[in-house]
């Protein structure tokens, strides 16, 4: 059974950058079996996708985040990061990683697994 | 931003059966799967219905999806007070060529 767990700092100062890790258990990203993604969730509104990595080391952005965000792996570690330039209060929000298992080619199938998820706060 | 389209409320007597609307565009729902997410108060959502009808283990009957063209609905039968959450649709978009989900639907159970 896949389980995510997010981890980071819960503060960030405005105009520095977002850094989460999301350590997986149970999977491996050597098995091409899953893409790995960020989720983010502002207090009281809803999901926004932020980006994925997939198997072959690619990636997809939001659009709206593309020119800030970036999605990382580090297979000996198990784990995948996220990482989010020139944050503002608008940044402020619970994030969770997931995983969408591959369903044929290049199609996923959902989020299957969520992380906890962790708050990050965008103040000085 | 929300590419899909939700209500953003929903209620129901105990018992009753209320179903939650999702409407997209060709190149989301009238093109990929349609995805349920159920999220309890202060937890994390978790997927209630994938490929637009299938149910994941452990989830009860209760629930039901469907699909036409480029809109699709969530179907809660027998609705129980432990229901009261928010239930998210999601998408693949091609345009776009990332995820997008619906806004949100809080049920609320009466």
């Known amino acids: 059974q896949v389980q995510l767990q997010e981890s980071g700092p819960g503060l960030v100062k405005p105009s520095q950058t977002l850094s989460l890790t999301c350590t997986v258990s149970?999977?491996?990203?050597?098995?091409?079996?899953?893409?790995w993604s960020w989720i983010r969730q502002p207090a009281g509104k809803g999901l926004e996708w932020i980006g994925r990595?997939?198997?072959?080391?690619?990636?997809n952005y939001n659009p709206s985040l593309k020119s800030r965000v970036s999605v990382s792996v580090d297979t000996s570690k198990n784990h995948f990061s996220l990482k989010l330039s020139s944050v503002t209060a608008a940044d402020t929000a619970v994030y969770y990683c997931?995983?969408?298992?591959?369903?044929?080619?290049?199609?996923?199938?959902?989020?299957?697994?969520w992380g906890q998820g962790t708050m990050v706060t965008v103040s000085s | 931003q929300s590419g899909l389209t939700q209500p953003p409320s929903a209620s129901g007597t105990p018992g009753q059966r209320v179903t939650i609307s999702c409407s997209g565009s060709?190149?989301?729902?009238?093109?990929?799967?349609v995805y349920w997410y159920q999220q309890l108060p202060g937890t994390a959502p978790n997927l209630l219905i994938y490929?637009?009808?299938q149910r994941p283990s452990g989830v009860p009957d209760r629930f039901s999806g469907s699909w036409s063209g480029t809109s699709a609905s969530l179907a809660i039968s027998g609705l129980r007070s432990e229901d009261e959450a928010d239930y998210y649709c999601?998408?693949?978009?091609?345009?776009?060529?990332?995820?997008?989900f619906g806004g949100g639907t809080k049920m609320t159970v009466l």
């Open positions: 990595i997939y198997p072959s080391g690619g990636t």
């Open positions: 490929r637009n009808d």
């Open positions: 997931a995983s969408e298992p591959v369903l044929t080619g290049h199609q996923t199938d959902g989020f299957h697994i």
């Open positions: 060709r190149s989301n729902i009238g093109s990929n799967f």
């Open positions: 149970g999977a491996s990203f050597n098995s091409g079996s899953y893409y």
């Open positions: 999601g998408a693949w978009d091609d345009s776009l060529s990332g995820w997008v």
